[in-house]
């Protein structure tokens, strides 16, 4: 019973970890503009580089 328990914690914490990394890469490529595009003045389109994702 007591090694039940003990598994059951341990995926609750692997679960709420992964999705905390999974947040807060998604989060902080959102604030790099990550697949956003600007126009620059000759009109030429680029888009913004992201931190993690290629």
């Known amino acids: 019973m007591r090694v ?11 679960m709420v ?19 956003e595009t600007y126009i620059d003045s000759k009109g030429v389109r680029h888009a913004y580089e992201c931190v993690f994702i290629r």
């Open 4 to 14: 039940k328990c003990v598994v059951r914690w341990l995926a609750t914490v692997a």
């Open 17 to 35: 970890t992964a999705f905390a990394v999974l947040g807060a890469v998604v989060l902080i490529e959102w604030m790099a503009g990550c697949g």
